[in-house]
Nanobody, 122 residues
């Protein structure tokens, strides 16, 4: 089992940048695919990005592709989401999640953080 804690959210102006961090507990961090999801008010939780066990492969949602970068540091049990050129529609609670398999489906992820609010003002 792994416990996840997100940090780095906040209020940013449109066009700005933000880096979310997720700290994972446990000794088997590199056994998990790590993902970021987000949920805006009144909307379903949606996939943002995922990174493979060793970090060699990544997947992005079309809505953030080219503007965001997911990365991980297995030595520090950390995963990051760098978001650039932020838009008001990026406003959401962002969740870090861990999965045994590599994918973008919500139901593939077994462990979730508590979420971090990102608000982008216009």
């Amino acid at each position: 089992q792994v416990q996840l804690v997100e940090s780095g959210g906040g209020l940013v102006q449109a066009g700005g940048s933000l880096r979310l961090s997720c700290a994972a507990s446990g000794r088997t961090f590199s056994s998990y695919v790590m993902g970021w999801f987000r949920q805006a008010p009144g909307k379903e939780r949606e996939f943002v990005a995922a990174i493979s066990w060793g970090g060699g492969s990544t997947i992005y949602a079309d809505s953030v592709k080219g503007r965001s970068t997911i990365s991980r540091d297995n030595a520090r049990n950390m995963v990051y989401l760098q978001m650039n050129s932020l838009k008001p529609e990026d406003t959401a609670v962002y969740y870090c999640a861990a999965s045994w398999s590599y994918g973008s489906r919500l139901d593939e992820y077994d462990f979730w953080g508590q979420g971090s609010q990102v608000t982008v003002s216009s």
